[in-house]
């Protein structure tokens, strides 16, 4: 019998669950389509271009509303438990409140992690494509810059043509193995600088070891310098803030490849921070079903769907705002970025066990 209850529960939150993420899905489609058909409007592309990229970028926002999703799934579940009696057939069978809260938390819990481990590395290869797609018809991107398995990539237009530089290594402030290419306007070799480190802390450049190789007339000379200095539109804070985009990296690529990753010049703060997030995924999904649950089985009578989708409301607003008030700590250095994520999990956790003894005594 309990393997028959457990099984209808569990079924019966996960079409529920389904239900809204498609929900959700759908309403992300037609708010992000207008947004793309936008941007393609004077290019010379057909409609399935902005519609397959909106598509494809829709899922990695439904992971980031997951919390809100699954908080909608539970009241949704829960309610349509206790309207069709069903809620007071299980503690006849002898489920309790704290039961039937412990089964679709740790259906939460568990779907947070196959999010994690199985959705998430699919979600980050779609957008890293939508990404890859609107940069190919962007008019206007007159610089290019890359962090990959062959180090840092720059392209650069400046005054007198244009710049393309390459490094092996970026770490606090310091490029290190540095080539120059400079061309002019009509893509023509102007020279080549090669550096063995490079100080980025400001727009000026100042390079140490410095080899120039000039050419003029098809012949090249050489120049050695001990310092040489060039202006640049980046800096270290420039560069890095371009990588704050971790949605084209899963969780699995956070997880084996973090040396690797700090080693090709992403930002350790930032590593940390979306590390933590997304391992406090499961944990906020757990919370958001306990919080469903202290609104929706506290009583076993009857009432108005539309009290509780306001109260939903409301309670998933004050929650967000409550996780931005945290990060912007975070990002002020009023407390580690890593603990931002967490904070708001544990807030939320100790209102939360408050309120599921109180509806266990029901």
């Given at each position: 019998?309990n393997?028959?209850?457990?099984?209808?529960?569990l079924?019966?939150?996960?079409?529920?669950?389904?239900?809204?993420?498609?929900?959700?899905?759908?309403?992300?489609?037609?708010?992000?389509?207008?947004?793309?058909?936008?941007?393609?409007k004077?290019?010379d592309?057909s409609?399935?271009v902005?519609l397959?990229?909106t598509?494809?970028?829709?899922?990695?926002?439904?992971?980031k509303?997951?919390?809100?999703v699954?908080?909608?799934?539970?009241?949704?579940f829960?309610?349509n438990l206790?309207?069709?009696?069903d809620?007071?057939?299980l503690?006849?069978?002898?489920?309790?409140?704290?039961?039937?809260?412990?089964?679709?938390?740790l259906?939460?819990?568990?779907?947070?992690w196959?999010?994690?481990?199985?959705?998430?590395?699919?979600?980050s290869?779609?957008?890293?494509?939508?990404?890859q797609?609107?940069?190919?018809?962007?008019?206007?991107?007159?610089?290019?810059?890359?962090?990959n398995?062959?180090?840092?990539w720059?392209?650069?237009n400046i005054?007198?043509?244009y710049?393309?530089?390459?490094?092996?290594?970026?770490k606090?402030n310091i490029?290190?193995?540095?080539?120059i290419?400079?061309?002019?306007?009509?893509?023509?070799?102007?020279?080549k600088?090669?550096?063995?480190?490079?100080?980025?802390?400001?727009?000026e450049?100042?390079?140490?070891?410095?080899?120039?190789?000039?050419?003029?007339?098809g012949?090249?000379?050489?120049?050695?310098k001990n310092?040489?200095?060039?202006l640049?539109?980046?800096?270290?804070?420039?560069?890095?803030?371009?990588?704050?985009?971790f949605?084209?990296?899963?969780?699995?690529?956070?997880?084996?490849?973090?040396e690797?990753?700090q080693?090709?010049?992403?930002?350790?703060?930032?590593?940390?921070q979306s590390?933590?997030?997304?391992l406090?995924?499961?944990?906020?999904?757990?919370?958001?079903?306990a919080?469903?649950?202290?609104?929706?089985?506290?009583?076993?009578?009857?009432?108005?769907?539309?009290?509780?989708?306001i109260?939903?409301?409301?309670?998933?607003?004050?929650?967000?705002?409550?996780k931005?008030?945290?990060?912007?700590?975070?990002?002020?250095n009023?407390?580690?970025?890593s603990?931002?994520?967490?904070?708001p999990?544990?807030i939320v956790?100790?209102?939360a066990?408050i309120?599921?003894?109180q509806?266990?005594?029901?």
């Amino acid at each position: 019998m309990n393997k028959i209850i457990n099984s209808y529960l569990l079924s019966g939150f996960l079409k529920t669950t389904m239900k809204v993420i498609l929900i959700f899905y759908c309403f992300g489609m037609i708010l992000s389509l207008l947004e793309e058909v936008e941007f393609f409007k004077n290019l010379d592309t057909s409609i399935f271009v902005p519609l397959t990229l909106t598509a494809l970028l829709i899922p990695s926002i439904i992971i980031k509303l997951l919390p809100f999703v699954i908080f909608i799934s539970s009241m949704w579940f829960l309610l349509n438990l206790r309207n069709n009696k069903d809620l007071l057939n299980l503690k006849v069978l002898g489920y309790s409140n704290l039961k039937i809260f412990l089964i679709v938390a740790l259906i939460s819990f568990i779907f947070g992690w196959i999010i994690l481990f199985m959705v998430n590395p699919i979600t980050s290869t779609m957008v890293k494509y939508y990404e890859q797609t609107k940069a190919k018809y962007s008019r206007d991107v007159d610089h290019l810059i890359s962090i990959n398995k062959n180090g840092l990539w720059i392209k650069e237009n400046i005054d007198t043509g244009y710049r393309i530089i390459s490094a092996n290594e970026i770490k606090n402030n310091i490029l290190k193995k540095i080539t120059i290419i400079n061309l002019n306007n009509n893509y023509q070799l102007v020279n080549k600088i090669y550096s063995e480190t490079a100080d980025i802390s400001s727009n000026e450049w100042i390079l140490n070891n410095v080899s120039i190789l000039s050419f003029e007339n098809g012949v090249a000379e050489e120049n050695l310098k001990n310092n040489h200095t060039i202006l640049s539109k980046y800096d270290y804070i420039k560069i890095t803030s371009l990588f704050r985009n971790f949605d084209t990296m899963s969780f699995l690529d956070l997880l084996l490849n973090y040396e690797d990753l700090q080693n090709k010049g992403y930002n350790k703060v930032y590593l940390d921070q979306s590390l933590n997030t997304m391992l406090s995924l499961p944990f906020f999904l757990f919370l958001m079903t306990a919080i469903a649950s202290i609104l929706t089985m506290n009583t076993l009578k009857q009432s108005n769907n539309f009290t509780f989708i306001i109260v939903g409301l409301i309670t998933c607003v004050a929650v967000y705002y409550f996780k931005d008030l945290s990060l912007a700590l975070g990002q002020t250095n009023r407390i580690s970025l890593s603990l931002a994520a967490w904070v708001p999990v544990v807030i939320v956790g100790l209102f939360a066990s408050i309120g599921i003894l109180q509806i266990n005594e029901k």
